[in-house]
């Protein structure tokens, strides 16, 4: 690889925030920024991750629900290393199959967690990064952020709440050098849907949509959060990036 394109991708000097970072996609995401460069704070309910974090990375215990606790990580984060330029906003529920009244507690409980609290982290690290010159915020949406799915309406609503968010705060936040983006998944195996990966119904069933014969894996995403984070996506801002196997792409 040429000195130039490695320039592009590389998050050296960089310091990062990952939230949902105690397993799945978001532990992931912890470990593509890390190994591009960047120091990476992962965020997470758990009191610790489900796996070993990467040398240049360290784990926080913080429920995003949490508003004045979200914002004391922030800001120690930024005393200790004078910088924030990376939000990539992991962390969600899925409750489906809810009915009558546990069905709106369940609408409500997703929305505080997959947008509302998503919104609220996007604009206090936007705080500090304005202060350094500008950041990149990368929120992980789904497929289901533009294509209906059954059982499940708070997630689906959440998720195309926060994809519309992105898109407003991509315009808001311009000025101050800060992009917005979404990163998008298909269907990744983590222990969100594992249920569904291993009823061989189900599977196959989700497997016909894909172009590309397989269920992703988190670390599928890597290579499209580091792009979003890097210099490699200086010019790209309020876009939905999907990485789906060609679920949204398929025709018949």
């Not at 330029?85 to 962390?91: G, K, Q, W």
């Not at 546990?102 to 206090?124: P, S």
């Not at 497997?207 to 988190?218: A, D, N, S, V």
């Amino acid at each position: 690889m040429s000195d130039y394109l490695q320039r592009l991708f590389d998050l050296r000097g960089k310091v990062a925030l990952v939230t949902g970072a105690s397993r799945g996609i978001g532990a992931a995401l912890v470990h593509a920024l890390t190994g591009a460069g960047a120091y990476v704070v992962g965020l997470g309910r758990s009191n610790s991750p489900s796996g070993r974090f990467p040398d240049g990375a360290e784990y926080r215990q913080c429920n995003i629900l949490d508003a004045g606790l979200f914002e004391s990580v922030c800001a120690s984060v930024v005393e200790d290393k004078s910088r924030l330029d990376i939000l990539v906003n992991a962390a969600g529920i899925t409750l489906p199959k809810s009915q009558g009244a546990e069905a709106i507690d369940g609408f409500n409980r997703t929305l505080a967690t997959n947008l509302e609290a998503a919104h609220r982290c996007c604009q206090v690290a936007a705080v500090y990064m304005k202060r350094t010159g500008g950041g990149s915020i990368v929120n992980i949406t789904s497929i289901g952020s533009v294509l209906g799915f059954p059982d499940n309406p708070a997630y689906v609503a959440s998720k195309g709440g926060l994809r519309l968010l992105t898109k407003a705060l991509a315009m808001d936040f311009a000025a101050d050098r800060i992009r917005v983006n979404n990163l998008a998944p298909g269907y990744i195996r983590t222990e969100m849907t594992e249920a569904s990966f291993e009823d061989p119904v189900r599977h196959a069933e989700r497997l016909q949509h894909m172009i590309i014969k397989r269920w992703g894996m988190p670390e599928d995403l890597a290579g499209a959060a580091v792009f979003l984070a890097s210099e490699a996506s200086a010019y790209v801002t309020g876009i939905d990036l999907f990485v789906d196997g060609g679920w949204t792409a398929k025709g018949l």
